[in-house]
């Protein structure tokens, strides 16, 4: 480890095309050690330039000259508060045990059709149900945060908070249609004051005036479950016992929180 790690008194040069810093370190007889710990307690920008290269100098008995140079960048650095944002609308599948529609009914001869109320995948004692393809709204958000404030700390509430909903309106959408599901990310390479971190989201829309069977004016919240008991019933043309949907339940699955806390604003992008 290293004892000694400060600037030479040959002092700061300063070119219109970038600039070197010089420093010393001793105590450390690894070049590669050396090379790293110069790394991690050198700035990542210098006035306007960015760090380009770390070159050592060995003088034996683990002291290093370490010149630092800084160049300017090719790329613009990144601006604590920006952000930018990608979508998805692919969709998602869901488990459908209730047709939108029933369109027709086909029977060997000399039976009787079952009246299924539009339960799909109907056994004597069972309904079945089948995936189909769901409409989603799914997409990213990637921010550069203050490294001060957004570091490893923060990163674990993030993992807390993820698999919630939000509580009241965020980027447009009203509460409970919103799923957190979690972030990704790390310090800047770019800026060592800087966290960069991808947020991800997902949308399921609200449903008004759903009917499945005889039950009517059904409502269901964003991502809140919906649902269906069924029972045998008496099927009296067919003359045999069926299951029928005799209930909806809509159940809140999934903890809400203010979105705000995640310190990105609440507003819709632009």
């Known amino acids: 480890m290293a004892d000694i790690f400060g600037i030479r008194p040959t002092g700061v040069s300063i070119r219109s095309e970038g600039a070197t810093i010089?420093?010393?370190?001793?105590?450390?007889?690894?070049?590669?050690?050396?090379?790293?710990?110069a790394i991690a307690n050198t700035p990542a920008t210098f006035s306007i330039f960015v760090r380009k290269d770390v070159k050592l100098t060995g003088l034996g008995?683990?002291?290093?000259?370490?010149?630092?140079?800084?160049?300017?960048?090719?790329?613009?650095?990144?601006?604590?508060?920006?952000?930018?944002?990608?979508?998805?609308?692919?969709?998602?599948?869901?488990?459908?045990?209730?047709g939108l529609a029933h369109v027709a009914t086909y029977v060997a001869p000399g039976r009787t059709a079952i009246d299924h109320k539009g339960a799909i995948g109907v056994t004597d004692d069972r309904v079945e149900g089948v995936d189909i393809p769901d409409r989603g709204f799914k997409w990213t958000e990637t921010w550069q945060l203050p490294l001060g404030s957004?570091?490893?700390?923060?990163?674990?509430?993030?993992?807390?908070?993820?698999?919630?909903?939000?509580?009241?309106?965020?980027?447009?959408?009203?509460?409970?249609?919103?799923?957190?599901?979690?972030?990704?990310?790390?310090?800047?390479?770019?800026?060592?004051?800087?966290?960069?971190?991808?947020?991800?989201?997902?949308?399921?829309?609200?449903?008004?005036g759903l009917t499945v069977g005889d039950i009517t004016g059904i409502n269901k919240v964003g991502w809140d479950y919906l649902g269906v008991r069924?029972?045998?019933?008496?099927?009296?043309?067919?003359?045999?016992?069926?299951?029928?949907?005799?209930?909806?339940?809509?159940?809140?699955?999934l903890t809400e929180f203010n979105f705000s806390v995640l310190g990105i604003g609440t507003g819709i992008l632009t």
């Open 150 to 208: 957004y570091g490893f700390f923060y990163s674990t509430i993030l993992g807390e908070l993820t698999g919630r909903v939000n509580a009241s309106y965020f980027r447009g959408f009203p509460a409970h249609t919103v799923r957190f599901d979690g972030a990704s990310g790390g310090p800047s390479s770019k800026d060592d004051t800087l966290v960069e971190v991808t947020f991800n989201f997902a949308v399921s829309p609200s449903e008004s």
């Open 22 to 37: 010089p420093y010393v370190l001793t105590g450390e007889a690894d070049p590669t050690t050396a090379k790293l710990y």
């Open 61 to 98: 008995g683990g002291m290093w000259n370490i010149d630092v140079e800084y160049a300017t960048s090719d790329r613009a650095l990144p601006v604590a508060g920006t952000y930018k944002w990608t979508f998805d609308t692919t969709g998602q599948t869901k488990h459908a045990t209730q």
């Open 230 to 253: 069924y029972e045998a019933a008496d099927d009296t043309s067919a003359k045999k016992t069926t299951p029928k949907p005799i209930q909806v339940d809509v159940d809140r699955v």
